[in-house]
Nanobody, 124 residues
Framework: QVQLVESGGGLVQPGGSLRLSCAASGFTLDNYAIAWFRQAPGKEREGVSC????????TYADSVKGRFTISTNNAKNTIYLQMNSLKSEDAAVYYCAVRRGGCGLMSPAWFAYWGPGTQVTASS
């Protein structure tokens, strides 16, 4: 069955970097779009970045453009999110999710499969 497991979260200082990983199993990444979402306490889940293996496109939320980079290693069936110049407002639980086809509007409702999430915490 489809399974996604995130890792790489942790405590970061503003200006620091983290790389999140999402290991996929039970399917191959071909013809799927893979996205990273995040949810902070009291806030709605929001799309951070998405990459489509179907058409090769990627998209980013305005709040992370120029700081975050999404990538895939199809041989390892793994998706990454490199996060640089982290800000306190980036603190959240980060989830990876997949859907067939393209990224669309990167709306959580469009993505069928989700990982359990990994916590990114900003140090004071």
């Amino acid at each position: 069955q489809v399974q996604l497991v995130e890792s790489g979260g942790g405590l970061v200082q503003p200006g620091g970097s983290l790389r999140l990983s999402c290991a996929a199993s039970g399917f191959t990444l071909d013809n799927y779009a893979i996205a990273w979402f995040r949810q902070a306490p009291g806030k709605e889940r929001e799309g951070v970045s998405c990459i489509s293996n179907k058409d090769g496109t990627s998209t980013y939320a305005d709040s992370v453009k120029g700081r975050f980079t999404i990538s895939t290693n199809n041989a390892k069936n793994t998706i990454y999110l490199q996060m640089n110049s982290l800000k306190s407002e980036d603190a959240a639980v980060y989830y990876c999710a997949v859907r067939r086809g393209g990224c669309g509007l990167m709306s959580p409702a469009w993505f069928a499969y989700w990982g359990p999430g990994t916590q990114v915490t900003a140090s004071s």
